[in-house]
Structures are given as C-alpha cells and as structure tokens.
C-alpha cells in the first residue's frame, strides 16, 4: 500500500468508526421529528401494523380484531395488520431489534419502561401532546370520524404515567395493580381472622402457622403433602412495594440508583427467614400462585388483578385439571401494607405508542387507529375479560359499565365474582397507586429488584447462608448482571442501558460492518482514480 493510500485510509477509518457507531445507536442516522400534517390525506392507502400482547385468551383476540374491523369501515383506505404477542418483554426484544432497521410497528400495546429504552433511537417515539391537542385530529377532535375520548375524559393519574421526559411518549389503554387471592377457609381453619386491611405481619404470621406438618409430613392445614403458604407472582412488584410503603429508595426521576440500601437488606432478610421455614415462594420458582390456590395449596396468592379470572374454586380460566381443585371461600384484599393509614400500591397495565416514520400521513393514521382504542366500545370491552378497569371516565361511568360491576357473581363467566371485586379494588383505590420512576435503564432496576427476592429464595432453599457478606455480594452481583453502575448512575443522572436481544446485537453488528465495507468501497474508489490521475499525468 503507498504512502498515499495508507494516509487516506486512516483518516477515514474514524467515519467508518463514527458511522457505525450512529448505526448501531439509532438505526441509520435517525428520523425526521415528526410534524403534523394540516389535513388527512384520505385519497391514499396506508398499511400499518398493531403490536399487542394476549395471554391465550381469544376474547381479547376477537376485540382486537373487532375493534380493526370496526375502525377500517370507518377508514377504508388505512389497513391494519395485528401481531399478537404472548408477553411484553418478547415486544420489547422485537421493537429494540427493529430500531436498528427503521422497521418498527407504527402501533404498540408496550409499557413506559421500554418506551424510555425506545428512545434512545433518534425520534423513534412520537410524542404526543401536540396530537392530543390537535383541533382535527387530536383526542376530541373535530374531524375524527369516531366518538373520540377527549384528553379531560383520561384519568389524569393514569395519563400522568405516561408522561417522562417533558413529553407524553404514550397513553393508558388499560389499568391494574396487584391484589392478594387468599383461601379464607383455611385462614380460618388456622385460628385467624382476616383483618380490615391486609399487614405484612399478618401474611407472615399465617403462612409460617400454614407450613405446619403432622408426623407423616402431611400439611395440618389442608392434609396434603404440598403446601406453599404464600407465593409471590411478581418478585419485582413485590420488592419495589414494599420499598414505597417503607419510604425508602429505588430510583429518582433522573436515574440514580437508589436500591441498595439497608431497608433492602432488611426485606431481604425477612424473606430469607420465612422461605427457610417453608412459608413463601415465587412464580418463577414455584410455578403459577392460582394453581396452588386452586388446588388448596397455597393461601395468600398474590398476582395481577387481571390475573382474577384464574383464581378461585370457580375460575373461568382454571389451569388444573376439575379432580384436583379444592372448594374454599376466596376473598380479594389489596396487597399486605406496613402502614394500613398510607396504603399503597402499584398501578400497572398497558400503555400506547406511535412510532415515527418517514410518512407523517403514515403516522396520522396510525394515530387515528391508536386513540380509537380509547373508545367505550373497546375499552368496556377488553375490560370486561380480565381484572382491568377502563382508563377513561367515559367509560367507568357509562351505564353498560356499571350494570356490569353491578352483576358481580351473577355467573361464572363474564361476572365471576373474583374477577369484578378486583377491578372495584382498583377502582376504590386509583388515590393509591404509584409507579416507578421511568428512565433508560429502568426496565433493567426493575428486573434487578425481582432478582434479588428471587436469588434469596433459592439461596435459602439451597441451605446457604444470608448475611450481611451474602447480601453485599448480591448487590456486587445484580449490579453487574443488570449493568447498574451505581457510581455512574449518581453522577451522570443515568442508569445504564440494559442488555440488548441477542438478534439486536448480531443485527448492529452487520450494520456496523455493512456501513464499514461502503466506507471501504469509497477508499478504494477514490485510490483507484488517484492512480488514474497519476498514470494520466
């Protein structure tokens, strides 16, 4: 290689690197900031795509199905097409994998933790106050060819969860919290009354009773040889809970970790000695807390108040087989408190989000689509399927609403009792909710935080020993697992990305190459012609 090719060559292999480099972050060099368009251009066809989640149950299916046919009679010329999904973290892997490519969904059903993830890619997300507001096409707008949900008609504290980073990145589509499925049969049976307000002292106080056994090694309570007291769907819930109800940190709105602290250690502890005797397990170690509850093995089950319609004697959607279920009294109750004066719980569910393409027309109408899902007929709906409560007023308000909670246990199927007393729970208790702070980064604290519960368990269950070196070494551990640096977080204000799919990093990595074989191209063409010169000359 000359002198001269060589000098040429390393001065552009810090383009290859920067070029790669954006490629990698963004997904080419990122998006135009999406403006909206004065009118809906309707002589055009628009094909757009609708991202969402369904756990096995084809009633949502057919809503979601429902609610595209009813919105494309009203739109003829925007077409769209549904993915279902059976969880969120698989749409969150697949959105992070298709920012690299600009091929994202132009509709997502996803929560505020990814969304703040999402962002990282240049205009991936469009913000959405100025849609909400806008006099045609915004929430209310005059020109939208459907009953459209005015921005007032939201519940404020729900639409307040999708605001972070001075924008409003997404909005509710439907809303739960957690709530506690106990077998009061054998509350009962052991000695105990249920009291107003569920404690953290009372569970532990049950559960520890409940893993008696007689000298067969059956369970007293229910004469069985399985019995786990009081299990845990939702370790991260769980955690992140019980650190809100003791006012003690997690996060700040910025990003600094705040989670290893010794209220923490204090949890972790407790939880350490009620696992070691017998009293509590989780989802992920155990397997589903309704089919213990179900099968008269478990007492305080904890989960979703969308997850009701799996819990109870009579649940429509049972997972066990109809000889192995156990008649017992099921009673709702809001999760266990420290201070029954300050309850508080965390509010969850699904939130929408637009992604930005080239087509600002595109993205009008996949923002028409969207706030269609605000309608009383999909959100009275879906809502009716599971322990999920409508975000709109309009809708918790209108007289098909009501008269639905008002059939509470008029069979078991649509009004199953334990499915619409954990949606009035939530409904009683929206001033009590909360949720985390969402930042990049937070999906990964949120992960770390279920973790750690989840590592306890089984380090107990393993006859390891928890102390105070155990419990530092978790935190050394979670940290670098979940890439929390905690040093970095204080001073930049930011947690660190977590890790990305592993389709997403193969994928970068041939963009990063594919953009270093073009700069390579270049070079060699402009070699090329500088000997053509020089043999010229």
């Not at 707008?141 to 009953?147: D, H, L, P």
């Not at 049950?206 to 004469?223: E, F, I, M, P």
Request: overall charge negative; glycine content about 6%.
């Amino acid at each position: 290689m000359s002198h001269r090719m060589r000098k040429i060559f390393m001065s552009l292999l810090p383009v290859a690197a920067a070029l790669s480099v954006l490629t990698g972050c963004h997904g080419s060099q990122g998006l135009e900031a999406f403006v909206i368009p004065e009118e809906f251009d309707t002589s055009k066809n628009y094909e757009i795509t609708f991202w969402a989640k369904n756990d096995t149950n084809k009633t949502q299916t057919d809503i979601y199905k429902k609610a595209i046919a009813d919105f494309q009679q009203l739109y003829p010329n925007i077409s769209v097409t549904l993915s279902l999904y059976t969880d969120y973290g698989r749409i969150y892997n697949d959105v992070i994998t298709n920012i690299a490519t600009n091929t994202t969904p132009n509709v997502c059903i996803t929560y505020p933790d990814h969304i703040a993830t999402y962002l990282t890619g240049i205009n991936t997300v469009v913000p959405l106050d100025g849609l909400f507001d806008d006099k045609k096409y915004g929430l209310g707008g005059s020109e939208v060819r459907f009953a459209s949900t005015g921005r007032d008609e939201i519940i404020p504290k729900f639409l307040e969860e999708c605001s972070f980073g001075g924008s409003h990145y997404a909005f509710p589509f439907m809303r739960s919290t957690e709530s506690c499925y106990i077998n009061k049969t054998y509350v009962e049976a052991l000695g105990f009354r249920l009291p107003e307000t569920l404690t953290w002292d009372f569970v532990w106080e049950v559960s520890d009773a409940a893993a008696a056994k007689d000298s067969q090694g059956n369970y007293l309570v229910n004469g069985q040889k399985v019995m786990i007291p009081f299990i845990y769907k939702s370790t991260d819930n769980m955690m992140i809970q019980m650190l809100r109800q003791k006012n003690a940190g997690y996060s700040t709105a910025e990003g600094e970790i705040l989670i290893f602290n010794d209220t923490t250690k204090e949890l972790l502890s407790t939880v350490a000695e009620h696992v070691k005797k017998g009293a509590f397990s989780t989802f992920k170690i155990s397997s589903y807390p309704a089919n213990f509850l179900n099968a008269g093995q478990c007492i305080f089950a904890i989960d979703s108040t969308a997850g009701a319609t799996w819990m109870g004697t009579h649940a429509p959607l049972s997972d066990i087989s109809a000889d192995s279920l156990v008649e017992f009294e099921t009673v709702v109750m809001t999760i266990p408190q420290f201070d029954t004066q300050n309850p508080q719980m965390i509010s969850q569910g699904p939130s929408v989000c637009v992604f930005n393409k080239d087509d600002p027309q595109e993205v009008l109408a996949s923002w028409l689509f969207a706030q269609y899902l605000l309608t009383n007929q999909v959100q009275i709906a879906y809502a009716e399927t599971e322990g999920y409560v409508p975000v709109t007023s309009k809708a918790q308000s209108s007289a098909e609403y009501q008269d639905y909670l008002s059939r509470c246990g008029e069979d078991n199927t649509v009004h199953y009792d334990i499915k619409i007393k954990a949606s009035r729970l939530l409904l009683d208790n929206i001033d009590n909710t909360f949720v985390t702070p969402v930042f990049n980064g937070s999906t990964s604290l949120r992960d770390a935080a279920g973790q750690m519960i989840e590592n306890v368990t089984k380090s107990v269950n393993r006859k390891e020993t928890i102390d105070d070196a155990y419990l530092e070494k978790l935190y050394g551990d979670v940290t670098s697992q979940y890439r929390l640096n905690r040093s970095s977080s204080a001073s930049t204000g930011k947690a660190e990305l977590g890790k990305l799919p592993r389709t997403a990093v193969i994928l970068l990595v041939s963009l990063a190459a594919a953009w270093l074989l073009i700069v390579l191209y270049v070079l060699y063409g402009i070699v090329k012609k500088g000997k053509i010169r020089h043999n010229t000359h």
